[in-house]
């Protein structure tokens, strides 16, 4: 008796071929500068913020290393006060510790990596987050 013949569908020859594609080619870098344009008010609040940095530190976890840049006083207030509407819409403000906490974006577990101020009803602080990559250890 003569083995049976196998004969494959269409469909998985096609299937098959098309999962051994060539992958597309390189694409060229471009070292151009990145286009930009005049920043929004939020961006000066960032701006004033780090003009006025008072002290930074540097923090990292198992694969992002980040320099904190914290600002007080009167740059500081501004960014707070600006935070307001934003913080109200997104739900990023809390209370922790007597004090009041407006973020840039959702706290999911902790600050880390998160831009934030807080107040106290008299002091102001903001802290800012520069991803540094692998550059700082």
Not at 35 to 58: I, V
Not at 97 to 102: D, I, N, Q, V
Request: hydrophobic content about 35%.
């Amino acid at each position: 008796m003569s083995p049976p013949s196998l004969r494959w569908p269409p469909l998985l020859c096609l299937t098959i071929a098309c999962g051994h594609a060539r992958p597309p080619p390189p694409v060229a870098i471009d070292y151009h500068p990145v286009a930009t344009q005049a920043a929004p008010p939020e961006g000066d609040l960032y701006a004033h913020c780090l003009a006025a940095t008072s002290h930074y530190a540097h923090a990292r976890d198992a694969d992002t290393s980040l320099l904190l840049f914290t600002c007080e006083g009167d740059p500081a207030r501004a960014f707070y006060d600006g935070l307001a509407a934003w913080s109200a819409k997104i739900g990023s403000e809390f209370k922790s510790a007597g004090r009041t906490f407006r973020s840039t974006s959702r706290v999911r577990r902790d600050l880390f990596g998160v831009d934030y101020c807080a107040t106290d009803g008299t002091r102001y602080e903001c802290v800012v987050t520069l991803n540094a990559g692998p550059f700082v250890p």
